[in-house]
């Protein structure tokens, strides 16, 4: 498995300005850091257990299917591709939601109607874990540390709001490139 690869994907995929993470913040922004944590924390559960189903959904199609990974790992890679090209494309004038409430179950809840959380959940174990580890205790790990990569992701946007949302309003273009590039890269890496 190319470990750079799937850190970047993870990484871009995470990091990057999203719906949960423009919500967070905004909630900082708003609301304060308490209630912005309630809802990182209902994210994080929630980005985690869309990890867990991703899995068990894969595994049984896998069985099924074996030449499945072939195909899911096309479907990753377009994926990666995709969104490298709406990074690249985005608006640099995107506002963020104003005035959200922010709960454990609002952030929960949120993760399993971002198109872009259940894209990711739904191609980074197939594409990357699966081709490599079918051990059931390696897939756990593998879950775990993605999840831990999408809490300091949400993290980050709690501690740094206030600094980052200047600077992307600033620097988006620029931004937006580099990220697309950071994405062309992991598809590519995913079959070499």
Do not use: D
């Not at 879950?143 to 992701?153: D, K």
Request: charged share 5%.
């Amino acid at each position: 498995m190319n470990i750079t690869s799937l850190l970047i994907y993870c990484t871009i995929a995470t990091f990057t300005p999203g719906s949960t993470n423009i919500v967070i913040l905004s909630t900082v922004h708003h609301l304060g850091v308490k209630k912005a944590m309630r809802n990182t924390y209902g994210a994080t559960f929630g980005f985690g257990i869309l990890l867990v189903i991703s899995a068990i959904l894969n595994t049984l199609l896998i069985a099924v299917i074996p030449k499945i990974i072939i195909v899911m790992q096309i479907i990753g890679s377009g994926y990666m591709l995709y969104l490298s090209y709406l990074m690249y494309a985005q608006s640099p004038s995107a506002k963020s939601a104003a005035n959200q409430t922010a709960t454990f179950s609002s952030g929960f809840l949120m993760q399993f109607l971002n198109p872009k959380v259940v894209l990711f959940t739904l191609t980074v174990i197939p594409t990357y874990i699966m081709p490599n580890y079918r051990i059931s205790f390696a897939i756990a790990i593998s879950i775990i540390a993605i999840t831990g990569i999408g809490f300091l992701a949400f993290l980050t946007w709690v501690l740094f709001g206030t600094i980052f949302k200047p600077f992307l309003e600033k620097h988006t273009k620029i931004f937006n490139a580099i990220m697309a590039a950071s994405l062309v890269y992991a598809a590519v890496m995913i079959w070499i």
